[in-house]
Nanobody
């Protein structure tokens, strides 16, 4: 069983920065892609960023140029560095990973429970 735990969500002023972390734990054989999604109040969940096992990254249009995703494969952890935050970035941020775990070698879709970021003055 694999668990993803997000951390780093906080209240921050517009223009500020936050760094989110997502650590995977469990009987992990391999983690393929990892990513961040967010869901604002009364909005659909949307892609923020994804990163492959070799470091290729994709970003949602609304965050490109402001956010940076990275990962530490030795720690089974992905990070989201968020800069120049805007009120529109306020959301619950969810970590996602494609994980081969236990006896399963397929990439299973695993989600964290989310961490809340609030951008407000």
């Amino acid at each position: 069983q694999v668990q993803l735990v997000e951390s780093g969500g906080d209240l921050v002023q517009p223009g500020g920065s936050l760094r989110l972390s997502c650590a995977a734990s469990g009987d992990i054989f391999r983690i393929y892609s990892m990513g961040w999604y967010r869901q604002a109040q009364r909005k659909r969940r949307e892609l923020v960023a994804r990163i492959t096992s070799v470091g290729s990254a994709d970003y949602g249009d609304s965050v490109r140029g402001r956010f940076t995703i990275s990962r530490d494969n030795a720690k089974n952890t992905t990070y989201l560095q968020m800069t120049n935050l805007e009120p529109e970035d306020t959301a619950v941020y969810y970590c996602n990973a494609e994980v081969a775990a236990g006896e399963t070698r397929n990439g299973l879709d695993v989600w964290g429970r989310g961490t809340r970021d609030t951008v407000s003055s």
